[in-house]
């Protein structure tokens, strides 16, 4: 810089001088032309004032909407049942009724004489209880089977054993979709399925039960939103179920198979019933 | 050091300077090492021509996060510590299943079993009161359930899902905890993740404790209300949140919040702290909040009659609004349970989640909680539960006294049947959990991420079933190993003082 201004022959540390001043002066004329900053002065309460909020809270009831005549009514008369005798069931009050109400489709619950044994062995052998989660010594070589004969049933590579049905779909949505995430499910999805989407932060869409032209119509919306943002690595999910539990209706699943492989969505299949 | 183990809780703060840099570069070193390994195998498939995968393109990755990494890449050199398949009885001795990593070696993410069967002595397992068997009359009593009633009852618990085991035990808990109803769960978990958004909603404030469980974190996020925390195990720091919450309302707003729940547990269980109630209840009743005590391990671990954390301090339990708790430990069972008063138990019953659509718990696990509940009742008349009770007292005493004094830093209250060993730094862990191995004993480790990346522990959870020459192995295997690589410690050690 000093040859510039040498070839310009300017003296060089006068410039540098005015220049510096001349900075300085448009700064210092921004500076007063900004609204100077005064923070809120916080509030201070005088401990009577303290005391006195505390002391006329009140707070509602633990249970704001009690249960009514009606539910209490449901809740009393719920059968009770006493025995299961393969398809009789007994309950409280009548003896030996048709069973009709429970989801036992195969009749594995009770009384089968292909399950009875080898459940009543491995109660023997190992006892009821796991005692710990599948991290600490809770991982028995039954769940490692179990879990390598279901992949191959179901011709996968592998397959995962949870304790709980609902807690399903409730922890694994969770831990592939994250916030920024778009996920598309169907309306009558049940309920499990809907708090899996809450918990994992998405961008959730719920398209109309089994309406294919409304799914394609979402999915172009999605990726022109992502196209827009210029986001990557966005993964886009969508949820359906293999027989609606709530409804009893099928999900089209070829061609919303068909539908993800076009606009590159992955598919998350519940078939519990 | 001798202060800090009496004082029963270990802060980062606290640690020498020294201590904290030597445990930091380990993971430093890992982390770059890691690193490395995941670019030099990136650029080695891109050579080769099998580049990132057009799935991982096209779709996006499936998992992405720095958790991802860390598990893939630094976590599997001690793949082999955690996850450790058993066979047989998870009772005072188990029967471990010996696994290694491909070619013999560890650091690689595929662990083979070799076919050895090693009879171990268990540290690990939650088996306070020592259920866990295969004979007995808890497996009779479960036996003939399992042929009258069947595996499960394959229907919710409003529909055709309650049986005549369900009323019983349902009943039993009640009478055991002395609360007027009570409502059963098939899974610990859902019971606190489903009954939080029943009892809170918008407008309401929930106040936790900072090292509560993921399922009671999981059940306030998704109800809605506002969170604040507090200090671990606090009460003056709870008092002052309290008081604030209280005078400042909601935010924005400032009006006055709906109801406040305080939501804590009994005992800890990586820090081995028992809560201290008798404080937290007389914050509650002089601020007129509502309390939610989660007696996950207390239940059947506390108390001269294994009535949990409310007998243990001599508080009434009318005086906590809802008591939770679970089968898995002191019963060997499955599940959990709520007990509150009966407008509280019917609402559960009626909105719940977990009850509503959820199958209930399955009749030979019941049955299982019956007959332990029996026994420690007394009602079976005889007096094994209380001999149970006693020799979990006196296991607990025996071995944190003697791990004192042989010069480990335990943290904890005295009387937590959870005994957590400080292991502060990264490398001893893994060595300290494969040496236990050898010499059959089966520890439990904890690090990052369930604990501080500093503070990573052992964690001993004694039983029933153990007796004073099990114990006396143990410490013997332990002393050594301590001898080894460096974890005992002198009352003057400059290094700690």
């Known amino acids: 810089m000093l040859e510039v201004l040498l070839l310009l022959e300017i003296p060089s540390d006068v410039t540098l001088h005015y220049v510096i001043y001349a900075l300085m002066t448009i700064i210092i004329v921004f500076l007063f032309t900004r609204k100077s900053y005064r923070p809120k002065a916080p509030v201070v309460l005088t401990p009577q004032e303290i005391n006195e909020l505390i002391t006329t809270w009140e707070p509602t009831p633990l249970i704001c909407n009690k249960v009514d005549e009606y539910q209490k009514f449901n809740i009393e008369t719920v059968p009770v049942v006493k025995s299961v005798n393969k398809e009789l069931i007994s309950i409280e009050g009548y003896d030996n009724l048709i069973n009709f109400g429970t989801s036992n489709y195969l009749g594995l619950a009770q009384g089968s004489e292909l399950i009875e044994p080898s459940t009543l062995g491995t109660l023997h052998a190992t006892g009821l209880g796991s005692c710990g989660p599948r991290n600490f010594y809770g991982t028995l070589d039954v769940h490692l089977d179990f879990e390598s004969r279901m992949a191959k049933f179901l011709n996968v590579d592998s397959a995962i054993l949870y304790s709980s049905s609902i807690a399903t779909c409730a922890s694994v949505i969770p831990t592939f979709s994250a916030r920024g995430d778009y996920i598309l499910s169907d309306e009558r999805v049940r309920k499990s399925i809907q708090v899996g989407n809450y918990t994992s932060r998405s961008n959730v869409t719920y398209f109309r039960h089994n309406d294919l032209n409304h799914v394609e119509e979402l999915m172009i919306q999605i990726t022109k939103n992502i196209q827009k943002s210029k986001q990557k690595e966005i993964r886009r999910f969508i949820v359906v179920e293999g027989v609606y539990q709530n409804y009893g209706t099928m999900c089209r699943l070829r061609e919303i198979i068909a539908l993800a492989k076009q606009y590159k969505f992955r598919v998350i299949l519940d078939d519990s019933v | ?497």
């Open chain 2, 1 to 497: 050091f001798f202060s800090l183990s009496i004082m029963g809780r270990i802060n980062v703060e606290q640690l020498p300077f020294f201590t904290k840099i030597t445990t930091y570069v380990p993971y430093f070193i890992a982390l770059v090492f890691s690193y490395c390994r995941v670019s030099v195998t990136n650029l080695i498939n891109t050579l080769k021509g099998n580049s990132v995968s057009t799935e991982t393109k096209e779709y996006g990755p499936l998992v992405k996060s720095f958790n991802c990494f860390f598990e893939k890449w630094m976590f599997s050199r001690i793949m082999d510590l955690f996850a450790r398949p058993i066979t047989g009885v998870p009772g005072a001795y188990i029967d471990v299943l010996i696994q290694t990593g491909e070619d013999n070696s560890i650091n690689t993410r595929k662990l083979t079993r070799t076919g050895e069967v090693r009879k171990c002595l268990n540290l690990g397992s939650y088996n306070y009161l020592g259920f866990a068997e295969n004979t007995g009359r808890c497996v009779d009593d479960v036996d003939n359930t399992m042929r009258t009633l069947g595996n499960s009852t394959c229907s919710t618990r409003l529909e055709m899902g309650t049986t005549v085991v369900h009323r019983e035990l349902e009943s039993l808990m009640c009478e055991f905890l002395g609360k007027e109803d009570c409502i059963s769960f098939g899974m610990g978990y859902a019971t606190n993740s489903t009954t939080i958004p029943v009892i809170c909603g918008r407008g309401d404030l929930i106040i936790s404790d900072m090292l509560n469980h993921a399922s009671i974190v999981v059940g306030c996020r998704s109800s809605g209300a506002s969170i604040k925390v507090f200090k671990h195990n606090d009460p003056k720091h709870l008092e002052q949140v309290v008081r604030k919450a209280i005078i400042e309302g909601q935010p924005r707003t400032n009006r006055p919040w709906k109801k406040i729940l305080i939501v804590v547990e009994g005992i800890y269980s990586m820090e081995g702290e028992i809560l201290c109630l008798p404080e937290v209840v007389e914050i509650k009743k002089r601020y007129n909040c509502y309390l939610y005590v989660d007696e996950a391990h207390s239940i059947g671990a506390l108390g001269k009659t294994g009535r949990g954390v409310c007998e243990y301090w001599g508080v009434d339990t009318k005086e906590v609004d809802i008591l939770m708790g679970t089968f898995t430990k002191s019963f060997s069972a499955a599940g959990g349970y709520i007990a509150s008063s009966k407008d509280v138990i019917d609402t559960l019953r009626m909105n719940s989640f977990a009850s509503a659509s959820d199958i209930s718990m399955p009749p030979p696990v019941a049955q299982q909680v019956i007959s332990s509940l029996k026994i420690i009742m007394g009602k079976d008349g005889t007096d094994e539960g209380q001999k149970r009770l006693a020799s979990l007292r006196r296991n607990t005493t025996y071995f944190r006294t003697k791990l004192q004094e042989y010069g480990f830093i335990i943290i904890g209250h005295p009387d937590s049947p959870v005994i957590p060993l400080m292991i502060i730094h990264p490398c001893k862990m893994p060595i300290f959990s494969r040496m236990c191995l050898e010499k059959n004993i089966a520890v439990v480790m904890a690090s990052y991420p369930a604990t501080e990346v500093e503070l990573s522990r052992a964690r001993f959870c004694v039983s029933a079933g153990h007796t004073i020459e099990d114990l006396d192995y143990a410490l013997e295997v332990i002393k050594e190993i301590g001898d080894i690589i460096n974890l005992r410690f002198e009352q003057n050690d400059p290094l700690f003082l």
